[in-house]
């Protein structure tokens, strides 16, 4: 598997500079949160000429973009709303496209409680893929839906049966599923070979936790060669968090 983090480790950072890091500590690559106003440069409304300086920045450095981390979700209530967003998402595919990005990220919580409202939640968010999931493809790029908030590994699971996904995966952030009562070994089953991307956070200081130890070793068990990608949202020292990341990866 390969090794990496996402700009919200480091928001203010250029993507020089994010480079630079992930040399300094030897990531192989990065990940891209849009929409958060961080310093890469890389948005909706960059310019060609700065898509392209990006790219090439990227493929003289050796640094994987891994992924372009947006909050797309196709769950609203309101039927245009979702029409819009899914617009956005052919935007971030032809930009991921553009970029050369391997992978896009997207949500589908919060679901709701009632057994109605779930089944419902799960099929407008599979009727989103749908409609993206063949431009996705046809651009080179996975769309990977994040086990996030409550949208338990089940029901990702769920979503690309319904979707009948060709080129949708799955990002595994395990943390938020087992706060949620799925335990990782039964997510895995849920999620096995489904995975283009993961996202973990080994926490500020101790051992690595059970949960993202549990879940490297199931992906490092079936011979995993996709992402793994720090997800620490504006830690106090970006340095610290990177140290201590690399460190207990190295260490497994």
């Known amino acids: 598997m390969q090794f990496g983090f996402m700009s919200s480790v480091c928001p203010p950072l250029t993507l020089a500079e994010l480079i630079d890091k992930a040399k300094h500590y030897n990531y192989e690559h990065l990940e891209l949160r849009v929409e958060w106003n961080h310093g890469h440069g890389v948005e909706l409304d960059s310019t060609p000429r700065q898509l392209s300086e990006a ?25 245009q709303k979702r029409a819009e967003q899914v617009e956005l998402l052919k935007r971030y595919i032809e930009l991921s496209e553009k970029m050369g990005a391997k992978n896009i990220r997207i949500f589908g919580d919060p679901v709701p409680k009632t057994p109605v409202e779930v089944a419902q939640t799960l099929n407008w968010e599979a009727d989103g893929i749908r409609a993206c999931d063949g431009l996705a493809g046809e651009a080179g790029v996975a ?27 799955v990002n595994w952030h395990a943390a938020h599923h087992v706060r949620h009562g799925q335990p990782v070994d039964v997510a895995y089953v849920h999620l096995r070979d489904k995975i283009r991307h993961a996202h973990v956070n080994f926490g500020d200081n101790g051992p690595l936790p059970d949960t993202e130890k549990d879940s490297l070793a199931f992906l490092a068990q079936d011979g995993y060669t996709g992402f793994v990608s720090i997800e620490v949202i504006n830690p106090p020292d970006s340095d610290v968090t990177l140290q201590r990341h690399a460190e207990l990866y190295a260490a497994l």
């Open 143 to 169: 769309l990977c839906l994040e086990t996030h908030g409550n949208l338990i590994a089940s029901y990702v699971a769920e979503v690309l049966y319904r979707a009948e996904a060709q080129h949708t995966f």
């Open 55 to 79: 790219r090439a920045r990227l493929a003289d450095s050796g640094i994987a973009l891994s992924c372009i981390a947006t909050g797309v979700r196709f769950i609203d209530v309101d039927v």
